[in-house]
Nanobody, 124 residues
């Protein structure tokens, strides 16, 4: 079993920055994919960014490319999402997720474990 715990959400003005963290514990595999997703009220959960743990390869949604950066700390089993130039439309509950196979995916159903979510609110 794997546990994921997110932190770092909050309220920020448009144009500001936040950094989200997601710490993984439990039965961690040698290679896996860790992604960030978000869900706004009355909307479907959408992909934000993903990193493959072994290679560090990353992939981003077009809506956040150039503003968000996903990174990992192998020693801490932690993935980060640095969010800059935040916009009101970035307001959502942000989740981190782990996919055991290691390959990256933008589809929520491909992920095996999920955190509880952390709220990000961007005011205009």
């Amino acid at each position: 079993q794997v546990q994921l715990v997110e932190s770092g959400g909050g309220l920020v003005q448009a144009g500001g920055s936040l950094r989200l963290s997601c710490a993984a514990s439990g039965r961690i595999f040698s290679d896996y994919g860790m992604g960030w997703f978000r869900q706004a009220p009355a909307k479907q959960r959408e992909f934000v960014a993903v990193v493959r743990w072994s290679s560090g390869n990353t992939y981003y949604a077009d809506s956040v490319k150039g503003r968000f950066t996903i990174s990992r700390d192998n020693a801490k089993n932690t993935v980060y999402l640095q969010m800059n130039s935040l916009k009101p439309e970035d307001t959502a509950l942000y989740y981190c997720a782990l996919r055991r196979t290691g390959s990256t995916s933008i589809i929520p159903e491909d992920y095996d474990y999920w955190g509880q979510g952390t709220q990000v609110t961007v005011s205009s």
